[in-house]
């Protein structure tokens, strides 16, 4: 059967002679060369009949010594279904069965335009550029002050693209509705790189929608997807509506609540002591949380206005991932876009009161983002974009092994992200983040970089927390030290576990070689200053102590010995240079196996009680006593620091044992000493300590207990040492141990 078909070419090659050839895969040789038929304003168009429902074509100059084609990756591809007449383009692969809409302006002026109804608090509007040219973008859909909606969505292949929602009764082109509303089509703009790639449209709601956000919506595009037309729902949605089966985009108004932070600061990073956890879990079960808030933000601000981490010591949370997920109940690692807050947690304005609430109680808030995959089951940049390149499209580059990886470097995509990092800095007024899975295998570190530069040194947020999972662990993410990313330490995580089973972990084995390095803050391995570095012995990826102590031997199983080596354990945490980390449950000692986020707060004992009270003791001298938070590139060579045992030493300082100890000076407000020593060996080790300063040492804390210096136990002579010419000789490390003294000088 012959089909009659006409195609529209925009020759923007400025062929002299184009033709269309037209084959077929089909096993036989149909094979066909068309002149043009004519010309009209897109270009010119070719008519004929043609005996399949699908065929191949491209188009070449027929030039009379030489024919120029196509390259092969404009190979186009006809079905049937398209329709009679379709239109292509000289520098795509795409087919269109709608005339391609043509720009009309750029972004930039667009901007100009509606720059003063553009709120300046509590608000972002899109306008990342990594190229330098500082194209505003103005995706999503923003409420302006005259209370119209400016929608904006990134587009660089559609040929036509409407906004559709509750605002029109979901009318949109080739969907018969009885309603009779009008389209809503979205303007062509210059975006990035001034090519035609913004689509935008602002609407004056009706007076019946006094409320914008009661607002659904998605785009409708027609052509430059898989999909010959395609609902989407907008990628920079700030939350999805409740209707789940449908997954509409919903507005938000980000201004409307009441923030009362005004006086908070973020704090230095050498003041970092995290706390992660996830919002499910970290109130679930909960006997003391009410019910209706157990494992959603407003449990989290329950707590905090209980004062729990107040009375622990964090200085703060760190929330594993709260975007948008298909799968529920899980942690979180499969995002399907990157700035819609997970529903099952609660509204924006619930994340709005918990940060604030949390900042008003003196803790910091740092939120997980995981850039490096997304989602495989809901995921609306999956073959949003047909650009020819990848399984997936524009946003894709290939997979990981827990779903689609992002293709982070590429501008526009790192455009995106770094959106989603501003908005919600700017909206939430959180302090920071925790990247998930950054090494380079994963991820482009060019995004990380542009990151650092947009928020930080471009004055975005100056003293944005930057944290990277980056394991194994990588020096250019350092930047210039002071002012790089802090890296979970994979080498002090790694040995940490090593030595507390007595065995290998991870390829690591539990020999006294490097114990300097992880203390150091890993400097001979990666980090150039001690805010490169986050130590932890647990997270939400990690099996806790007590349950990788119990997988080391029978000989380990005993439950006071997991408990004296979990304490061990978090004592090397806190005491360590760089900045300390425990999981949520590790202040109670809980054994559990990886990627567990339950705390079971049902269950907690007499023993878990006595621990908790031990962590609280230990998390508020680390954060009394400056000594125990040296920051720097060198506090040895600064004179800060120095090493007084070490398998690396004497016999006499541990030499050829895993014994660590050394001693911290600070001058703050006041000079204070302050020596360190840790036994993981499964027997006494009897050391000679040089103190350097003459006089008394008092215990502050050891693996049991935490001493008050102001109670009459410090004059207990069993928790003082006096050094004889700066020297205490044959202290006596019990196995599996830990000690802090201070010096008091004139004592």
């Avoid at 409307?256 to 230095?268: E, I, L, Q, V």
């Avoid at 107040?310 to 499969?334: C, D, F, H, S, W």
């Avoid at 990981?400 to 990092?421: F, P, R, S, Y």
């Amino acid at each position: 059967m012959l089909h009659k078909i006409r195609i529209h070419y925009d020759n923007k090659n400025n062929f002299l002679d184009p033709r269309l050839w037209v084959w077929v895969s089909d096993g036989t040789s149909l094979e066909k060369e068309i002149t043009p038929a004519g010309k009209d304003n897109y270009g010119v168009f070719y008519d004929f009949y043609h005996r399949r429902s699908r065929f191949h074509f491209k188009f070449k100059d027929h030039g009379k010594k030489k024919t120029i084609w196509e390259d092969e990756k404009l190979n186009r591809y006809y079905q049937r279904d398209l329709g009679e007449e379709i239109w292509a383009m000289s520098d795509r692969h795409n087919i269109y069965n709608v005339l391609p809409a043509a720009p009309v302006g750029t972004t930039k002026q667009y901007y100009s335009k509606i720059q003063h109804l553009v709120p300046q608090e509590n608000f972002y509007l899109p306008h990342t550029d990594v190229s330098g040219l500082e194209i505003p973008s103005l995706l999503g859909a923003n409420i302006l002050k005259d209370g119209s909606i400016l929608f904006g969505f990134f587009h660089p292949r559609a040929a036509r693209v409407y906004l559709t929602g509750s605002m029109n009764n979901w009318q949109c082109p080739g969907i018969p509705q009885p309603q009779k509303e009008k389209f809503l089509e979205m303007k062509l703009y210059r975006g990035y790189y001034y090519q035609p790639n913004i689509w935008l449209i602002r609407i004056k709601p009706r007076s019946y929608y006094f409320n914008p956000e009661m607002l659904e919506y998605k785009f409708f595009i027609q052509g430059g997807a898989v999909e010959t037309e395609r609902f989407v729902s907008d990628p920079y949605t700030r939350v999805y509506s409740d209707n789940y089966r449908f997954k509409n985009s919903q507005v938000v108004n980000p201004t409307r609540f009441g923030w009362s932070d005004y006086n908070w600061k973020t704090p230095a990073i050498k003041d970092l002591i995290l706390y992660e956890l996830n919002v499910y879990g970290f109130t679930d079960n909960d006997p003391d949380i009410p019910e209706e808030y157990q494992g959603t933000f407003k449990g989290v601000t329950h707590r905090i206005l209980k004062g729990y981490f107040n009375n622990l010591g964090i200085t703060a949370i760190a929330l594993m991932p709260v975007a948008e997920v298909p799968r529920k109940g899980g942690m979180g690692y499969e995002p399907c876009t990157f700035m819609a807050l997970e529903k099952d947690f609660g509204t924006p304005e619930d994340f709005r009161e918990m940060v604030d609430t949390a900042h008003n109680h003196g803790l910091a808030v740092i939120v997980d983002k995981v850039f490096n995959h997304t989602s495989n089951d809901f995921n609306p940049l999956w073959n949003l974009v047909d650009d020819g390149s990848t399984d997936g499209g524009f946003y894709f580059s290939g997979e990981t092994m827990w779903g689609n990886k992002v293709a982070t470097g590429k501008d526009e995509v790192d455009n995106m992200l770094i959106d989603a990092c501003k908005l919600f800095l700017k909206e939430y007024h959180i302090d920071g983040f925790r990247f998930d899975a950054t090494h380079s295998y994963f991820l482009d570190h060019k995004l990380l970089h542009r990151i650092a530069h947009e928020i930080k040194d471009k004055g975005f947020k100056k003293n944005a927390i930057l944290i990277a999972e980056n394991l194994p662990n990588e020096e250019d993410l350092n930047l210039e030290g002071y002012n790089g990313y802090a890296q979970w330490s994979d080498i002090f995580h790694d040995k940490i576990k090593a030595l507390l089973r007595e065995g290998e972990f991870e390829g690591v084995d539990n020999s006294p070689e490097n114990l300097g390095s992880m203390f150091y803050f890993s400097k001979d391995a990666y980090a150039a200053h001690t805010n490169n570095t986050i130590n932890y012995c647990e997270s939400h990826d990690e099996n806790s102590v007590q349950y990788e102590v119990a997988t080391g031997g029978e000989h380990l199983k005993c439950p006071d010995l997991k408990n004296r080596k979990a304490r061990l354990g978090l004592m090397a945490t806190m005491l360590a240079l760089g900045q300390p980390m425990i999981y949520m449950g590790q202040e109670y000692g809980i054994e559990r196996e990886r990627n567990r986020i339950d705390i079971n707060w049902v269950k907690k004992s007499k023993n878990i009680n006595q621990f908790f009270l031990w962590t609280q003791d230990l998390i508020k001298l680390r954060r009394h006593h400056e000594a125990l938070r040296l920051c720097g590139y060198n506090p040895i060579e600064e004179g800060a620091f120095s090493w007084m045992l070490g398998p690396w030493m004497k016999k006499n300082k541990g030499g050829g044992k895993r014994v660590i100890g050394w001693k911290a000076e600070s001058n703050g407000r006041t000079t204070e000493n302050i020596a360190v020593m840790m036994n993981f060996e499964d027997h006494e080790v009897p050391v000679d300590l040089n103190l350097d300063k003459e006089g008394c040492w008092y215990k502050l804390a050891d693996i049991q207990r935490v001493i008050p210096m102001n109670s009459e136990e410090k004059n207990n002579p069993w928790n003082s040492i006096h050094a004889e010419g700066g020297t205490f000789k044959h202290f006596l490390l019990p196995p599996y141990s830990g000690f802090i003294y201070k010096y008091e000088p004139g004592e």
